[in-house]
């Protein structure tokens, strides 16, 4: 049985070369710190590759005394007009590691569920 053609096992795959794509950024990121005028890359997140989706989620408001929260592209305008080393490099290491550690996260989050998940069928395939 080609486990690929399940929808849960072809998104897990999908999610792991994700990860791999995502990590293999990073560390070109961080191997380029001291290169000058080098500005750090970063991957497609996986939820627009999925779903297609270009919309931002608004953050709600549950109550009228909430602040209103930021969208996720106005963070992130806001992280791109950052401070740049004189040489005109963008990396952050603090930014970049912390992002390996997340994509690492990610990584054993989905190998794991992929392996309970194949051991839920193997028992009721009766293997």
Do not use: C
């Amino acid at each position: 049985m080609d486990m690929s053609r399940i929808a849960l096992f072809s998104v897990a795959e999908q999610r792991l070369a994700w990860t791999d794509r995502r990590q293999t950024m990073l560390a070109e990121n961080i191997a380029n710190a001291d290169t000058p005028g080098w500005q750090p890359r970063e991957v497609t997140p996986f939820a627009k590759l999925i779903s297609g989706a270009q919309a931002a989620l608004a953050p709600v408001r549950t109550a009228p005394g909430h602040l209103p929260g930021l969208a996720p592209e106005v963070l992130a305008a806001r992280a791109a007009k950052g401070e740049r080393a004189p040489d005109g490099n963008g990396v952050k290491l603090d930014e970049q590691l912390g992002k390996v550690a997340d994509t690492e996260s990610i990584h054993d989050l989905t190998s794991n569920l992929y392996m309970k998940y194949l051991g839920f069928f193997k028992t009721a395939i009766g293997k």
